[in-house]
């Protein structure tokens, strides 16, 4: 299912109101919103601070990484055809390298069927860890998950996520991405582009697990910004 949500930001001072039009499903609308000043020097502020290089910050406490060592991680990408998700795979190996965790990739190219197949091989070969990365949905594993589960092997999602989800029972552990701050400051760059003058045209894929809340997100910038429609 793919929707399309339409924002309309145009006016001759600096103010922004929106406007929401459900394209698909035939629902034109105008509104007359509230409209309120923009603080344009707040959203370059924002930006440049979310653009510059971030100081390392320690994630948790310390933790004995000698007891991983041996251990086998087995992890299975949405599809390997994509270079941002292999890009990710080759970060995750160089990792394992580091601590002495056998890393394995399942290469695919993004079918349901294969990420079956994987799932199975992980069994087979009794890995420690099965990695979902990037997409791989766990909705459409549900018996292999319960079989892994079984058999004793721990289940992981990274990249899939949005910080604000909670990872499904099925799951032992999720690694989210920051989908929603991203979206905001897609929403703040065009104001701050277009001085507040813009029509966005937002394209949402349904099927894909953290795409609600990231349009959530969209629309409530552009509210939180440019006043209610």
Known sequence: KTAYEIYQCDWSSDVCSSDLVAALAGVAGAASGKKQAIDFAALQAKLDKAAAIPAFQVPGPAFDASKIKGKKMFSIPVSMANPFTANIQVGLKSGADTIGLNFTTFSNQGQPSQWVQGMG??????????????????RLLGPQLAAARKAGIKIQTSHLYDVSQAAPSSIDLSVPAEYTVAARLEADWIILQTKGKANIVVVESDEILPTAPIVAAIKDEFTKVCGAA
């Open 121 to 138: 091989q992980a069994i087979t070969e009794k890995q420690d860890l099965i990695d979902l990365q990037g997409g791989t949905d766990p």
